[in-house]
């Protein structure tokens, strides 16, 4: 079964429960429906697995081949979790395939761990400079984006996959505890621990700029 891009221009439907109607109607045989679920999940997957490979050319084979086994086992999902912790799995689970099978490490970039323009902003460290832009505005928002991405490179493996979960995926606490097989607490804890990580490396780059404290 060969998944082919949609038109990204279709209208997903709005029910909160929209991946289930659609997961449904794809178990009954609607390709369409599953269709639809690539178009809503197929930038977050290859951003996904854009952090976990290096070359950039295998991102979009590794998604097609994500959405493919996600199609094959679809009969598989019974709704105990979110659709997309479900297929974050596979996703993850066909990037390591594919890098050991090309004999490579299935380790995360430093680069890809920093976020991307066009990802969620809520990772922006605060007072990031974003407007009214000057040679030395510009200079600091590089100083603070490389301090970041250093400090996520440094972080032990769970707490850097915690917070990426939650600031670069949007997934919800109880959606991380099942992807880590953690309890709630465990979470907030490694969250807040990466947090305060990546603000200790920060924290000396923004009182420079402002002559604050934070």
């Known amino acids: 079964m060969t998944v082919n891009t949609p038109t990204p221009d279709t209208a997903m439907p709005r029910e909160p429960d929209s991946d289930v109607v659609l997961v449904e109607r794809a178990q009954a045989g609607d390709q369409r429906a599953f269709e639809l679920l690539v178009i809503k999940y197929q930038r977050r997957v290859e951003r996904l697995i854009g952090r976990m490979v290096r070359d950039v050319d295998l991102v ?8 493919i086994r996600a199609y094959r086992a679809l009969h598989q999902f019974r709704g105990d979790a979110q659709f997309y912790t479900w297929l974050y799995r596979i996703a993850v689970n066909t990037a390591k395939k594919f890098l050991l099978e090309l004999k490579r490490d299935p380790t995360v970039s430093d680069s890809a761990l920093a976020p991307k323009d066009d990802e969620d ?7 990031e400079p974003s407007t009214d832009e000057t040679p030395e505005s510009v200079l600091a928002a590089k100083e603070i984006g490389q301090a970041v991405s250093q400090a996520l490179a440094e972080l032990p493996d769970d707490l850097r996959q915690a917070i990426s979960l939650r600031e670069m995926d949007g997934l919800t606490y109880e959606d991380i505890a099942q992807l880590m097989a953690c309890p709630i607490g465990t979470v907030r804890s490694r969250i807040f621990r990466a947090r305060e990580a990546i603000s200790a490396k920060v924290r000396p780059l923004l009182e420079r700029q402002t002559g604050k404290r934070w």
């Open 60 to 67: 979009e084979d590794i998604a097609q081949e994500t959405f």
């Open 121 to 127: 902003e809520t990772f922006r460290p605060k007072n």
